[in-house]
């Protein structure tokens, strides 16, 4: 079993900075895939930021260029980065561990983006 814990989060202004930090626990070896997802109040969730136990990123259209992943392999830690956020950021973030063929999520943590 995985389990999978984020931390950071909480409310920034437009153009301001947050970092969020997840790792996962459990009787685990090598988790293949960890990263960030979001959900807006009535939106689906969507792809934030992924980054394989080899280094390989993806990022979500929306975020490119304002946030950045990385990953400590060693404490199956994954990091998020978000620069010059935005209202439209705001959203519930959860971190996921693909360990085995398996998802594995956080609870979330809010980001709030507001005037």
């Known amino acids: 079993q995985v389990q999978v814990v984020e931390s950071g989060g909480g409310f920034v202004q437009p153009g301001g900075s947050l970092r969020l930090s997840c790792a996962a626990s459990g009787n685990i070896l090598n988790i293949y895939l960890m990263g960030w997802y979001r959900q807006a109040p009535g939106k689906q969730r969507e792809l934030v930021a992924t980054i394989t136990s080899g280094g390989t990123t993806n990022y979500g259209d929306s975020v490119k260029g304002r946030f950045t992943i990385s990953r400590d392999n060693a404490k199956n830690m994954v990091n998020l980065e978000m620069n010059t956020l935005k209202p439209e950021d705001t959203a519930v973030y959860y971190c996921?561990?693909?360990?085995?063929?398996?998802?594995?999520w956080g609870q979330g943590t809010q980001v709030t983006v507001s005037s």
């Open positions: 996921k561990a693909q360990y085995q063929f398996r998802d594995y």
